[in-house]
């Protein structure tokens, strides 16, 4: 029981400094907005046509970020919507069931899989599916990226930002991409359009996140 006891606090210690580390060497960097255009994420591809859509308040809710809509049809009339969110702020990029359940979406699935990217690792994403008011079905694909890879959950992506701060005093841009496509004849197919779509556009995101990104700089302290 002792030993039990002392390595508990041996962990609480651990923990204490650690906390005491980053409130002592905040990184210092120069934020401000990522200006992105998104050119390298294709608007023609696996004989889906892409759409841009005006993000509208989104983009004012997040300044620090560049987003990203876009509305893609295929021939056989499928519909499917592109997000990504793009930016310094790791307080900017979050879990988008958060964003679902405020507007009435409901859960009714959720699991973990492997992407197969066309070029490039294969990484897991998080996998939903959604009931809308209406009772309509959506599969939700999302996951995230930075400057060391994707990520499938928020705390991993935060981590990395978080660690390669504190190496280098410097914070590099982190994406949240995800991926919606509606059921109109089966889920299976739904979920097979989500998964080929996310495999198309994952080499132009990783490419994106993965270069030195354009940003209109403003000083402060990280967590500020």
Not at 22 to 30: A, K, M
Not at 110 to 139: A, C, F, N, Y
């Given at each position: ?13 651990l923990a204490l400094a650690f906390a005491g580390l980053i409130s002592f060497v905040r990184p210092t960097t120069l934020l401000g907005r990522v200006v992105e255009k998104f050119d390298g994420i294709p608007r023609e591809i696996e004989g889906w ?176």
């Amino acid at each position: 029981m002792r030993q039990v006891q002392r390595n508990a606090c041996i962990v609480m210690l651990l923990a204490l400094a650690f906390a005491g580390l980053i409130s002592f060497v905040r990184p210092t960097t120069l934020l401000g907005r990522v200006v992105e255009k998104f050119d390298g994420i294709p608007r023609e591809i696996e004989g889906w046509t892409g759409y841009n859509v005006d993000p509208g308040e989104s983009a004012e809710l997040l300044p620090n970020s560049s987003v990203l809509i876009r509305d893609y049809i295929n021939p056989e009339a499928r519909w499917a919507n592109l997000a990504i969110v793009y930016g310094l702020d790791i307080a900017d990029i979050h879990k988008p069931e958060y964003c679902f359940e405020s507007h009435g979406w409901v859960r009714v699935k959720e699991r973990t899989t492997v992407l197969r990217p066309h070029t490039g690792k294969p990484h897991s994403i998080k996998m939903l599916l959604l009931k809308e008011k209406d009772g309509q079905l959506t599969v939700c694909a999302y996951w995230y990226a930075g400057l060391n890879g994707a990520k499938d959950t928020l705390t991993a992506q935060r981590f990395e930002t978080w660690k390669g701060a504190l190496l280098s005093r410097e914070v590099q841009p982190s994406a949240l991409i995800r991926v919606l496509v509606s059921v109109t004849e089966s889920q299976s197919i739904a979920e097979k359009d989500t998964l080929s779509l996310a495999a198309a556009l994952d080499p132009g995101i990783m490419k994106m996140v993965s270069r030195k990104p354009r940003i209109i700089k403003a000083r402060r302290m990280v967590g500020e």
